[in-house]
């Protein structure tokens, strides 16, 4: 997040996807910069099903708060160490140096 070139930020919030979303999604993550933030739905089952991450070749993230969240609710789950964690303060900073920001699920 450190270069001057916009980056994409896709939000998704509930996994499996409509397949036009998939689409949607599958063309942005295939673009350079575009980032994702895993929240809500979409992170505990990306968690339960850990090889959805090789699925993706661009930076994955989550909020701090969620994934705490998850493992207070679940103490065995498995949080990746590739899933970098976001700071409220973070999220908002990623947020607003993005464009576009898009958000399916």
């Known amino acids: 997040?450190?270069?001057?070139?916009?980056?994409?930020?896709?939000?998704?919030?509930?996994?499996?996807?409509?397949?036009?979303?998939?689409?949607?999604?599958?063309?942005?993550?295939?673009?350079?910069?575009?980032?994702?933030?895993?929240?809500?739905?979409?992170?505990?089952?990306?968690?339960?099903?850990?090889?959805?991450?090789?699925?993706?070749?661009?930076p994955v993230y989550a909020l701090q708060a969620e994934v705490s969240n998850l493992t207070n609710d679940n103490p065995d789950q498995a949080v990746p160490a590739f899933l970098l964690q976001l700071s409220d303060s973070a999220w908002l900073d990623l947020t607003l140096q993005s464009q576009p920001v898009l958000n399916l699920g």
């Open 1 to 58: 997040m450190h270069s001057n070139a916009p980056n994409a930020l896709i939000c998704l919030r509930c996994w499996p996807l409509p397949a036009q979303q998939q689409k949607l999604l599958t063309s942005w993550l295939a673009q350079p910069n575009t980032v994702l933030l895993l929240t809500e739905q979409a992170l505990a089952q990306w968690l339960a099903t850990p090889v959805l991450f090789d699925t993706v070749s661009v």
